[in-house]
């Protein structure tokens, strides 16, 4: 309740890293979204300003991630959007993190050969929160990932 | 300005029949999104309503989807949203349109090997409507298509 | 789970309609949402075309709809979409329907002075559907208002 | 192209400060959404975390909100995210950034009084940025308003 759920078109912009927690496998990576604004004067668009967001997805998402996607691609990107705050070396960090619940490489920018996998695993039920299952276990985003550009 | 944005996970319901226009390239197909919900007694998903859409992908976008989706493929579609209410045969019909803006194979349910395309047409200027277009040229959406489930 | 939330931003197209059922209140109208689009040539904005859909709200939020919203209002309505196809007098009809979960006055339209309700019906557990105990009760949404424009 | 549009659903955190520029009026505000999950072994919802957006409404959207909306009153804000990334007092610094399009006090928690303001003012033209007129006129966010909670 309250999610906020968001779709972001842009790149990815470091390697996906997957690592296998008690919640199930996750892949990580960050993700570059670039503002284009039509240009009247010169008649032509130009890019504008980038944002950054970390994107985790679990489980099979993750999995198939980790197979299919490289740095440089152009994705779309479902999920839900999460602001957290944190106490790093005595400093206070914004962290902006997408929870993906589905990842598609944007046709827009090319084309793809899809390969339909076997289910494996059992669906989530609806109250497990990945989020609170890695925080219990420790782990978070590691800071490498969170503050790469 | 007043767009309905909408990002749909579902299945791609008829074959992609692609088409050419004097407002560059079109692809189009019909789209199934089916509900879940999770059954307390059961313990269990289980499958809720499907809504049906007709999706259509222009230019760079339609010719890659023509090159790379097959029926019954798993997509995200993120697009603008339009309901359309208009005569047929002395009868008023509702059609359900999503001009599509970005569109991937849906990772969560199987890998993909992406190629990237080499850009060989302008991107569209921001005043350029393609269904006012095609309106004009009378390439609307066949019955065939709107009507098929 | 898959499912497809949209915001809309338009006008109530007709009254609100508010009926008690097992499942709590709820409240109906038509919503309708016209697109606008920027001519390059007469440098102005022009109306485009208007989607129209049948908004519903239960609970809390259905009763202070009631309360608050007026025929030809601008509002942002937040929800789910679904399109569901039904048998009527022999002939296939396609409803356009949306279960809101926040709803509010468009303040790029205009001020609005807010009031907090005290809370005194318990939030849903996340697996009611009010569609499911609607269509067993029998609760559909009433000709007159899906037909309305 | 490419903007990131994104509904939030929660509280304003901090007074609406309005303010006059080259490119029109703009009102800022702090704005959190807590995300709420089902417990299932109390048979309750319970918080989760906090995100907090920094809010910006331009021309009449940014007046009215400025007339009608107090610290802690609940929101539906419809806009396009932007994440920025600033050096500050030799530290990278996070902002996450919400233009508004829309927004209205959510009737799922109380009653709203509506009043349609007479438009004095042209809508923007597609290609004016706001973002862009306000950093050539260093009308950027104030610090206290991005690093309040």
Redesign the interface.
């Known amino acids: 309740?309250?999610?906020?759920?968001?779709?972001?078109?842009?790149n990815v912009a470091t390697a996906v890293e997957y690592r296998d927690t008690a919640a199930g496998g996750v892949a990580r990576f960050r993700f570059a979204?670039?503002?284009?604004?039509?240009?009247?004067e010169r008649g032509l668009?130009s890019d504008?300003?980038t944002?950054?967001?970390t994107v985790s997805?679990w489980r099979?998402?993750g999995a198939?991630?980790a197979?299919?996607?490289s740095v440089g691609?152009?994705?779309?990107v479902?999920g839900r959007?999460?602001?957290?705050?944190e106490e790093r070396d005595g400093?206070?960090?914004?962290?902006?993190d997408v929870d993906a619940?589905?990842?598609?490489?944007?046709?827009?920018?090319?084309?793809?050969?899809?390969?339909?996998?076997v289910r494996t695993e059992p669906?989530p039920?609806?109250?497990q929160?990945p989020?609170?299952v890695a925080a219990e276990e420790g782990t978070a985003v590691p800071p490498q990932l969170v503050t790469a550009?």
């Open positions: 309740m309250n999610d906020t759920t968001v779709t972001l078109v842009g979204v670039t503002a284009r604004r039509w240009d009247r668009w504008g300003n944002s950054f967001y997805a099979s998402l198939n991630l197979a299919s996607v691609e152009p994705l779309v479902h959007l999460k602001v957290r705050e400093q206070r960090k914004t962290f902006v619940t589905a990842v598609g490489h944007d046709l827009s920018r090319g084309t793809a050969a899809f390969r339909r996998a669906a039920q609806p109250e929160d989020w609170t550009s």
